[in-house]
């Protein structure tokens, strides 16, 4: 978990991955990391099975070839608003934050394209599962208090509803694209009316979305529902 300031920030080694071949053979181990007496030492090294190894390469898009050049992670100094990055492992794991500001809105299939004045929103990857929330400042810490996302095509465990978006199309090894393509796709999706089971907020959710997408006033953070505080959500 990575919450400190931008100067503050540090990379930690989880897992050490090595790779032995010959002219027709590959063999693969891995060991995890620990931090013992102030030192990083690697655990007993184990060998990585073919189906975890193929999922690895799967999960890269590695393909054949001189010309292919394929970029796992962060091309450069990690986003000033990436909260947590776990690169261990072949599930992709990412916390960030997106301000709150003035974008495009949909309310509505075949409906006309608003702006609305979203909250700030922390969208987190958990492998194949996107989920997002919302808090009411960007100055987040341990004790930020999460809010649910007031937003329709949100499940109760606040999955994000993809509809028609093919979530494979939104992969990138380059986790930049895919953090902004993710950002995209939401954004830019037309919110149905038919995922308010429940609302999203303490006044009917649809009647504030079309309240503040016509005045494009700020949304309101009275209206926000509390989850719980950012270590209880995020550290289980």
Not at 44 to 68: H, Q, V
Request: glycine share 6%; net charge positive.
């Amino acid at each position: 978990m990575n919450i400190t300031a931008e100067e503050d920030r540090d990379l930690i080694p989880t897992m050490d991955i090595v790779l032995y071949r010959t002219d027709s053979d590959l063999y693969v181990e891995y060991a995890n990391i620990e931090r013992k007496m102030g030192k990083w030492i690697a655990e007993a090294y184990r060998p990585l099975s073919f189906e975890g190894f193929d999922a690895l390469l799967k999960g890269l898009k590695i393909k054949s070839g001189k010309s292919s050049k394929v970029h796992l992670g962060f091309s450069g100094m990690l986003p000033k608003n990436l909260l947590m990055y776990n690169p261990c492992g072949v599930i992709t794991k990412l916390l960030w934050l997106c301000p709150g500001k003035l974008r495009g809105f949909t309310l509505g299939r075949n409906a006309d394209r608003k702006k609305l004045f979203y909250p700030h929103l922390l969208f987190q990857v958990n492998g194949r599962t996107v989920k997002v929330y919302a808090v009411k400042t960007t100055n987040v810490n341990s004790d930020t208090i999460i809010y649910r996302a007031p937003f329709p095509n949100v499940y109760t465990g606040n999955d994000i509803c993809w509809g028609s978006v093919r979530f494979d199309d939104l992969f990138s090894p380059n986790h930049e694209k895919y953090m902004n393509r993710i950002e995209d796709a939401f954004f830019n999706s037309a919110f149905t009316t038919e995922m308010m089971s429940f609302n999203k907020t303490k006044s009917p959710t649809l009647d504030l979305l079309k309240q503040y997408s016509k005045s494009q006033k700020p949304f309101p953070n009275k209206e926000m529902v509390k989850i719980d505080n950012f270590y209880n959500v995020f550290s289980r």
